[in-house]
T-cell receptor, first 113, second 113 residues
Framework: SQTIHQWPATLVQPVGSPLSLECTVE??????LYWYRQAAGRGLQLLFY??????ISSEVPQNLSASRPQDRQFILSSKKLLLSDSGFYLC????????????FGPGTRLTVL | GENVEQHPSTLSVQEGDSAVIKCTYS??????FPWYKQELGKGPQLIID?????GEKKDQRIAVTLNKTAKHFSLHITETQPEDSAVYFC????????????FGKGTKLTVNP
């Protein structure tokens, strides 16, 4: 079965610093991968999704970027963090052969000070 | 594009009672409807899903119903327990469309012992 790993679990960063969040998928191949952000007590905002290596679609123009250097690795980055980048970042992926069922990772809590 | 509305935003029930959460969607081409449970500080967990060729699906105390004509689907939890307390999200997916899940804004369910 598929497992989504996210690293780190929590992160406190100063405004203006860079960011790199990593998502890796185990137990499947060629998944669709997604980055979501969730503000405190709020819903899920889709940031980026990828249907294959090097293929990234952006949903919301903002201070963040995503890359997919390997089939089962998805990275969320920023060159300079803003206070508004604080939130709970979730990676999700689809199991092999599926394009609709998504399973989520445990999330990364990012606080920008 | 697809729009998913979820009601109520908060729901409080007594242990042993039933809980019902309702969602409506706008795109008649949507064909997959998952429900997620998110506990505090964790990633959403897929608890049940239904496809458009099925009207109802059950898994122990949880059931989902789908009315394609009215474009709404509901989550039913029977014999609620305190551990059912969480935020529940519904979502809709359109095959052959944007390959994205569109989420409702969530329902915070509290089960009082």
């Amino acid at each position: 079965s598929q497992t989504i790993h996210q690293w780190p679990a929590t992160l406190v960063q100063p405004v203006g610093s860079p960011l790199s969040l990593e998502c890796t998928v185990e137990g499947t191949s060629n998944p669709n991968l997604y980055w979501y952000r969730q503000a405190a007590g709020r819903g899920l905002q889709l940031l980026f999704y990828s249907v294959g290596i090097g293929q990234i679609s952006s949903e919301v123009p903002q201070n963040l970027s995503a890359s997919r250097p390997q089939d089962r690795q998805f990275i969320l980055s920023s060159k300079k963090l803003l206070l508004s980048d604080s939130g709970f970042y979730l990676c999700a992926g689809t199991p092999s052969g599926s394009t609709d069922t998504q399973y989520f990772g445990p999330g990364t809590r990012l606080t920008v000070l | 594009g697809e729009n998913v509305e979820q009601h109520p935003s908060t729901l409080s029930v007594q242990e042993g009672d039933s809980a019902v959460i309702k969602c409506t969607y706008s795109d008649s081409a949507s064909n997959y409807f998952p429900w997620y449970k998110q506990e505090l500080g964790k990633g959403p967990q897929l608890i049940i899903d239904i496809r458009s060729n099925v009207g109802e699906k059950k898994d122990q105390r949880i059931a989902v119903t789908l009315n394609k004509t009215a474009k709404h689907f509901s989550l039913h939890i029977t014999e609620t327990q305190p551990e059912d307390s969480a935020v529940y999200f519904c979502a809709a997916f359109t095959q052959g469309g944007s390959e994205k899940l569109v989420f409702g804004k969530g329902t915070k369910l509290t089960v009082n012992p």
